[in-house]
């Protein structure tokens, strides 16, 4: 069974930096998605920004991130990361990770195993 699970997060003024980490686990191989979602306050939808192919590390970026957060990932840990700098208040959230089947990494509503949640907020 797939089980994945975030850490990190926290508070940070506006313009800082923080980083969150996903580890997952149950998966045989390097075939599949890990992904960043984010649920803003008193929003019912969960956005897709970050998309990473865990076996040839192609990310996928929405544009409101990009050039500010970055995703990376480390196979031997099963983890990836989602680097953010230059944050905004309206950042704030709670971050989600997710995965994916391979090959499905750009598109959102193919991620279905879910983690806890993290959350950031990004004071003015």
């Known amino acids: 069974q797939v089980h994945v699970a975030e850490s990190g997060g926290g508070s940070v003024q506006a313009g800082g930096s923080l980083r969150v980490s996903c580890e997952v686990s149950?998966?045989?191989?390097?075939?599949?998605?890990l992904g960043w979602f984010r649920q803003a306050p008193g929003r019912e939808e969960r956005e897709g920004i970050v998309?990473?192919?865990?076996?040839?590390?192609?990310?996928y970026y929405v544009d409101i991130v990009k050039g500010r957060f970055t995703g990376s990932r480390d196979n031997a840990k099963n983890t990836v990361f989602l680097q953010m700098n230059g944050l905004k208040p309206e950042d704030t959230a709670m971050y989600y990770c997710?995965?994916?089947?391979?090959?499905?990494?750009?598109?959102?509503?193919?991620?279905?195993?879910w983690g806890q949640g993290t959350q950031v907020t990004v004071s003015s």
């Open positions: 149950g998966y045989g191989s390097t075939q599949y998605c």
């Open positions: 997710a995965a994916a089947p391979w090959g499905a990494c750009g598109n959102w509503s193919r991620y279905n195993y």
């Open positions: 998309g990473t192919d865990m076996r040839f590390g192609t990310t």
